[in-house]
């Protein structure tokens, strides 16, 4: 069992979600889309939105410094076990509330609205009950096994658990001994992988950002060849045209 | 000076610092060049996304068809196909030039028919033959028992009333089954055999309409009705679309300009026709005049689409347009005529109108009323045709003389050459005021009444002895009708504009129609002006808005008037412009005999369309409208009959309106029975008439032997449509469910010579065949479907009055699953019946009654239109005169399937007669043998092939006029023998032009000038109608050979429209007990029901295409104001109910400030195959639009056998209009259920 959940179940789903992005991109380029519902609903959007994304992005910062750093770099770095504890209850409950409460407008917004509603598919569902499952387990670990219990130090267990199985060398036992809630955080957290490349979660890697540096207008010319074909052979431009100059 | 455009000087560089940080980052980070602003970037490659659109927009070929709907538009498209698939259409843009200096055709092709594609392989595309599972079943039964033979077997189910039922009673209950394509065309030839055997010939009909909108489509399956003795069903004017006022004004029918003619406008009026919507393609013309200084006026009871084009906006009230109309006409006459005169206008009415001819007036009761139109006859004359020859004064002897160009002329010796509107250097007198005239009270009728009754009114003419006779002009009765005073006369005249009491003053008006007076009298004298100062280029629109009312001959009437008064017709850019439909065969020759079989057999079998439906359908037994209540004061008891069936059945014995199924026995044995005495079939059917052992079909209706059995329905859909009264339709005539909420009239008021019988029929037909691409309405309730082609898959033709061009339809694939042509399964159904006919029926004589005919010596058999009734002993029956004209025809039905495919020998040896002009074909027959190849033995035996449709295009376009240059030039050589008038020249400029079907197929090709139509295409010049008459004085088809004000009939005396008046819709709370109109109880409230024509459903494309539904609200809706919601308690989007007596609809409620108080809007043919649910009221599945309407047919439209007043197929007949029901809406449970 510790085997199947702290081994096989990270592999597979790793797998899964590089095998199922690989999978999508060529075989379902144009559903390679985040469906926007803005068309639909803009009022509520605005705000659960940006909440919810920066949210999230922050807890991802979050996770970065909580689970890949180690603890030694950290403390290299001079932040010590206090600092470092009272940044993570209070950048991460924070960050948290913002991803549950950004959450939270945009599920109620998918129900209560007619024509979003009405656009949301089963694969939608099961994805925001994952999303969900993994945002609030999160928060509970924080909260509950970090503030109130008088706290767990998942940086001497989760944290090496997680890096080992990048190391190809997991150590299932550092996981065995977690507190339910952190084991139930990172199940969570695998499913979702797993899923992920078949939802709409997959514009993650679609994420706007050269839009930050890129001038709005491109052109783009035709390279050497017919179209957007290869050029077969016997096909060769002929080159009578003058070539503009570039 | 130009404005500067450019604004303040605008700053390079971007958003920002920021940004430009950024974006001078990126030039890093990405591969390209960035411009220096910042604002582009150059890559190279990278387009490998292309591929997917160049693959989504590339194709294997491109196929030119057009839209076989009732569409004017007919556009040409290119259809796209791909990997065998239909994957869309775009317009086409080949259309020929409509000269320099104007508009083209282009763009044209609208959203709705770039949607078609989505048919062919729609979720209700019928793919496969369907019958119904009890019926398919009891007919492989009865086969057993038969032994094989499918005649018996059909025998066997159709006459065992137990049988019979149980498959009538299943109509429109589902119950579909493949059946293989053997077996449906077995059971429906099985069928017409036995009905020819047992009922007879005429017991067989066929309903397609609009055969322009495909040509061979329709003509083949008229074609093979036609050659059986079966019955072609006319549908002009039972959509009410066919203007009664047209054969009446014009002796023509629908005769109009094309919509690049628009252009040539100086004013516009639209009314009742909302062109962006019904006639989109060619709204554009319309827009763009206006920029040419043209003037645009829009009548509309709503805000419709086109009034936002207009420069003026008259809100009529729905249905008191006349009144309008008649305003307009007061103010033009005594503006342009008493006022002053306009010498273009006296001129133009003097040559080209009635109004100078002489009526003769009686005395009685003190009054004289205006009677009959002076002939040769009344002065003495006993030449040929002396009683239809009119008569006119001339201004400077004083003296009566006859004029060329009357009716009298046209037909016998005497006449060739002189009939012709040539009035030989003399002035006719326009009246007879001044000059030793009396002046003479004459009594008038106005009908402008609460409950709509005629009383009287008096008003005096000049009027003068001539020849015995004291007689007035036509000229200055129409003065009088429409109020105008001139001093010294007697009578109740208006005091002024402004005198709200007597008719037709602008301030009555007001009252009536809620147009300020002000209005209509500026309108009317701007129209007129226009008109003066053009020589009759101002034009009036009109559509169907003002058409479908039960009076709207007269509405119509009083429209034509404006224009005739005001010298617009037959000019380019003036005239009436009346589209409803797409009603214009231009090679109508060829299409006439081809339809009809004249090649083989004459006369075929027309039937007006109301009368049929009207007693087929039981409609009569609920109709208590007693025609006395629309009479003039005083005739009611002169007419002497209770009900509408009553004249129906008068109608059709004095041979004015056809009447199939004709005898109460069938026709085929009547021969029979008359070869067995030895007896001449003919004089033995009037003799049995006569002793009333033989009589008509119409007399006894519900009599089984006079019901119709095979009905077959293509390109239409009859239910669903046009059928006014569909839940009589279900009940009586198809046996299904229906949610008739009336009672049968009660004895006292049941028709007098119309046998009545208990209980009424169920279900009288035997077999509804019906052939279509889709489910509808009416395919629902057939017992057998046939899979059709659409119009992506077959080879036709394609013309409309709305453009001078015929053009082709193209496969662009073959017809899919089992689909297969109309042409094809006419030709399979001919050659199964033909098997079957061997055996059970060979060759036969059949006996066809006929009415009396248009454009025929008919004309001339009743002097002064006078209404003599033989079995009411008022003269003999003489057949063809005082009856339907009587033929023998030999049918001999072993050879139908031959005759169908060959071009008969008939045409070589009598030629075509279209409208009176005689097209000897003898060359275009050889050439066709030619083109098409010779048949090789059978009945055919060296005949031109029809085997395929693309011959019977060619056939259309080589035997008519408009598409043969050299017929054309025959024709008109024709006519000129007889008018004495140079007209040839007219076609001798393309007299070798020679359209055939490959060029209609390359692009749109022009038509030629022919006879057939009265308008000119000659040097370039765009099509308006009459410009013929006008120019080379070829008289209009009518009485006096001129356009007609004044109708002498018997019939138009006794209800008092003789002259155009204004007659307010029907009161159909004081005459059928509806709730008054705007009257609001715990029913809901009652609101006029009107069903106009919508943007697409059936006119462009249908309701249930599903494209088009997305873009709406994707079922039926019902259109009312905010006010009569509110009444109601109604919401928009509300589920509402609406009831009548007719039957019960369910649709959605839209609530909109443009619908006018007391209004409903259900728009035309929205399909009972798209979301209709259960209905609280019926519990039944709410009905359609016409779940709501019924039948009220007009008596006058009953006319025929009198000159202009005669009958033709889709010329004249009486309307099935519907526009003057009501109907109380309510708000209804929101649950709905299906």
């Not at chain 2, 000229?475 to 010294?488: I, K, M, S």
């Not at chain 2, 029975?673 to 033995?684: F, G, H, Q, V």
């Not at chain 2, 259309?956 to 008109?972: E, K, M, P, R, W």
């Not at chain 2, 619908?1155 to 009221?1177: F, I, K, L, S």
Request: net charge neutral; hydrophobic share 40%; aromatic share 10%.
């Amino acid at each position: 069992m510790k085997t199947f959940l702290w081994v096989i179940v990270p592999y597979v789903s790793i797998v899964i979600f590089v095998g199922g992005h690989v999978w999508r991109y060529r075989y379902d380029k144009f559903g390679w889309t985040t469906r926007s519902s803005q068309l639909y609903e803009s009022r509520l959007l605005r705000l659960g939105s940006p909440l919810f994304h920066y949210g999230i992005l922050f807890a991802l910062v979050g996770h970065v410094i909580g689970i890949l750093v180690p603890q030694r770099a950290t403390e290299a770095a001079g932040i010590g076990d206090p600092i470092y504890h009272v940044l993570a209850i209070s950048l991460g409950g924070v960050s948290g509330f913002m991803t549950l409460s950004g959450l939270a407008i945009l599920v109620y917004r998918r129900r209560t609205v007619g024509p979003v509603f009405s656009a949301t598919t089963v694969n939608d569902k099961v994805m925001y009950v994952l999303l969900a499952g993994a945002i609030v387990l999160g928060l509970l670990a924080t909260v509950f096994g970090n503030a109130l219990a008088g706290g767990y130090d998942y940086r001497e267990s989760v944290s090496p658990w997680f890096r080992s199985i990048f190391y190809l060398h997991p150590r299932a036992d550092l996981m065995a001994h977690a507190p339910l809630v952190f084991q139930a955080h990172a199940i969570s957290a695998w499913v979702l992988y797993a899923a992920w490349p078949f939802t709409r979660l997959v514009h993650l890697f679609s994420a706007p950002i050269g839009y930050l540096y890129r001038p709005y207008i491109i052109y783009r010319s035709r390279p050497q060849g017919l179209g957007a074909r290869p050029i077969p052979r016997g096909w060769e431009r002929a080159d009578i045209r003058p070539r503009r100059q570039g | 000076m130009t404005p500067d455009r450019r604004g303040p000087a605008a700053t390079p560089g971007l958003d920002g610092e920021v940004t430009e940080a950024l974006l001078r980052l990126g030039r890093h980070l990405r591969r390209g060049e960035t411009s220096a602003d910042l604002r582009t970037i150059i890559e190279v490659g990278g387009r490998e996304a292309d591929a997917f659109y160049r693959d989504r927009w590339s194709h294997d070929k491109v196929v030119r068809s057009t839209h076989g709907v009732n569409c004017t538009g007919s556009c040409s498209w290119k259809v796209y196909v791909k990997d065998d698939i239909i994957t869309w259409e775009a317009q086409q843009t080949d259309y020929p030039s409509v000269g320099p200096d104007r508009p083209e055709y282009e763009p044209r092709g609208c959203p709705r028919g770039a949607a078609f594609s989505w048919y062919t392989y729609s979720p209700t595309r019928v793919r496969y033959p369907y019958v119904r599972g009890v019926l398919l079943q009891m007919f492989r039964t009865a086969k057993r028992e038969a032994g094989g033979d499918p005649v018996e077997a059909w025998s066997l189910v159709a006459d065992n009333p137990k049988r019979r039922a149980a498959y009538v009673s299943a109509r429109g209950k589902g119950g579909f089954v493949r059946a293989s394509w053997r077996e449906a065309i077995e059971i429906a030839a099985a069928a017409h055999v036995h009905t020819i055997r047992r009922w007879g010939p005429d017991r067989i009909a066929g309903f397609s309409p609009i055969p322009a909108m495909s040509m061979v489509s329709h003509a083949v399956g008229a074609r093979f009705i036609s050659l059986i003795g079966g019955v072609m069903l006319s549908f002009y004017d039972w959509f009410a679309d066919l203007p009664v006022a047209s054969p009446q004004v014009f002796g023509d029918q629908t005769d109009v300009p094309e919509s690049a003619d628009w252009w040539d406008a100086g004013y516009l009026i639209m009314w009742g026709a909302n062109l962006p919507v019904t006639r989109t393609p060619d709204a554009h013309w319309m827009a763009e005049a206006r920029y040419r200084g043209q003037k645009v006026i829009a009548v509309s009871p709503d805000y419709a689409d086109n009034v936002k084009f207009a420069d003026e906006w008259l809100h009529a009230q729905p249905g008191t347009d006349g009144a309008l109309a008649m305003a307009m006409g007061h103010v033009i006459l005594n503006e342009f005529f008493v006022q002053r005169e306009t010498p273009y206008f006296t001129g133009y009415v003097k040559r080209y109108t009635d109004l100078p001819f002489l009526i003769k007036l009686d005395e009685r009761d003190g009054y004289f009323v205006p009677r009959k139109f002076l002939t040769a006859a009344d002065l003495g004359s006993e030449s040929e045709g002396a009683a239809f020859k009119t008569v006119l004064l001339d201004a400077a002897t004083d003296e009566p003389f006859v004029p060329n160009g009357s009716l009298g002329f046209r037909f016998g010796q005497q006449g060739e050459g002189r009939w012709n509107l040539d009035l030989e250097g003399r002035d006719p007198l326009l009246t007879l005021a001044g000059g030793g005239a009396e002046a003479v009270p004459v009594r008038l009728v106005r009908f402008d009444t609460p409950d709509g009754t005629g009383r009287v009114l008096r008003r005096g003419v000049p009027a003068r002895q001539v020849a015995g006779h004291l007689v007035t002009t036509v000229f200055d009765l129409l003065l009088a009708n429409y109020g105008v005073r001139r001093e010294g006369l007697p009578g109740d005249w208006p005091s002024g504009y402004d005198d709200p009491n007597h008719p037709y003053t602008p301030a009555w008006q007001e009252a009536i129609t809620s147009v300020p007076a002000a209005a209509a009298a500026r309108i009317a004298r701007e129209f007129a002006d226009n008109a003066a100062r053009t020589r009759g280029r101002s034009m009036i629109v009109m559509g169907a808005g003002t058409n479908h009312w039960f009076h709207s001959d007269l509405i119509y009437r009083s429209f034509l008037a404006l224009l005739t008064l005001t010298g617009c017709q037959g000019v380019n850019g003036g005239g009436w412009a009346h589209y409803v439909g797409q009603e214009k065969v231009r090679p109508l020759t060829g299409w006439t005999q081809l339809a009809f079989g004249l090649d083989w057999s004459r006369p075929p079998r027309q039937m007006v369309s109301t009368p049929f439906f009207y007693l087929a359908t039981d409609q009569w037994r609920y109709d208590a409208l007693d025609p006395g209540i629309l009479a003039a004061p005083g005739e009611a008891e002169r007419l002497d009959a209770s009900s509408t069936a009553d004249l129906i059945a008068r109608s059709a014995r004095m041979g004015w309106m056809p009447s199939y199924p004709t005898f109460d026995r069938n026709p085929i044995e009547l021969v029979e029975e008359a070869e067995a005495r030895d007896e001449d079939p003919i004089a033995y059917t009037v003799g049995a008439l006569r002793d009333g052992k033989l009589r008509f079909a119409c007399e006894d209706p519900d009599a089984p032997e006079n019901w119709p059995r095979v009905l077959t329905v293509w390109r239409s859909n009859l239910l669903g449509s046009s059928g006014k009264g569909n839940e009589y339709f279900l009940r009586h005539l198809i046996g299904g469910d229906s949610a008739i909420r009336d009672e049968e009239v009660p004895a006292d008021r049941r028709p007098r010579e119309v046998t009545w019988r208990e209980p009424a029929p169920i279900g009288k037909l035997d077999l509804l065949l019906s052939l279509d691409f889709r489910m509808t309405s009416t395919t629902l309730f057939s017992d057998v479907i046939l899979p059709a082609a659409t119009w992506y898959e077959k080879h036709d033709l394609s013309s409309t009055d709305m453009h001078p061009f015929v053009h082709a339809f193209s496969p662009a694939i073959p017809p899919p699953w089992q689909t297969r042509t109309d042409f094809d399964w006419f030709q399979l159904l001919a050659r199964a019946f033909s098997d079957m006919a061997r055996v059970h029926l060979g060759k036969r004589r059949d006996l066809v009654a006929g009415a009396l005919m248009h454009d025929s010596p008919d004309e001339l058999s009743v002097p002064g239109g006078a209404a003599r009734d033989w079995k009411r002993g008022q003269c003999e029956p003489i057949p063809g005169v005082t009856m339907p004209r009587l033929t023998v025809v030999e049918r001999d039905y072993e050879t139908v399937a031959e005759r169908m495919t060959a071009l008969g020998p008939l045409l070589d040896r009598l030629g075509a007669t279209t409208k009176g002009t005689t097209f000897d074909l003898t060359a275009a027959v050889t050439q066709l043998k030619m083109k098409n190849g010779v048949i090789r033995g059978g009945a055919g035996d060296g005949r031109p092939s029809l085997l395929e449709d693309v011959h019977a295009c060619e056939a259309i376009l080589a035997l008519s006029g408009t598409t043969n240059g050299s017929l054309a030039v025959q024709g008109f050589r024709d006519l000129e023998r007889r008018t004495g008038m140079r007209l040839a020249d007219l076609a001798e400029e393309r007299e070798g032009d020679h359209i055939t079907f490959a060029d209609t197929q390359a692009r749109p090709m022009p038509v030629l000038t022919s006879p057939e139509w009265s308008g000119s295409e000659s040097g370039g010049r765009r099509y308006s109608p009459f410009v013929i008459n006008v120019e080379r004085l070829k008289p209009w088809h009518t009485l006096t050979g001129r356009q007609h004000h004044y109708l002498d009939h018997d019939w138009m005396a006794a209800f008092g429209e003789q002259m155009p008046v204004f007659r307010p819709p029907l009161n159909m709370s004081l005459l059928f007990g509806e709730p008054q109109l705007g009257s609001v109880t715990e029913l809901g409230v009652t609101l006029r029901y009107l069903t106009p024509h919508s943007k697409w459903s059936i006119h462009s494309e249908y309701q249930d295409n599903l494209l088009m539904l997305t873009l709406s609200r994707g079922g039926p809706t019902i259109w009312i104001s905010p006010a009569d919601a509110a009444k109601a308690g109604i919401a928009d989007n509300d589920w509402i109910e609406a009831v009548n007596r007719n039957g019960v609809v369910v649709a959605r409620a839209i609530v909109s400030h443009r619908m006018p108080q007391g209004t409903a809007y259900m728009y035309h043919v929205q399909e009972r195959v798209v979301d209709v649910p259960v209905a609280e009221t019926s519990r039944k599945r709410g009905g359609i639009h016409n779940s709501l309407t019924r039948l009220a047919i007009k008596p006058t439209h009953l006319i025929g056998g009198y000159a202009q007043l005669s009958f033709a197929f889709n010329y004249l007949g009486p309307t099935g209009n519907q526009r003057d029901e009501v109907t109380i809406i309510r708000r209804r449970s929101q649950e709905v259920t299906y």
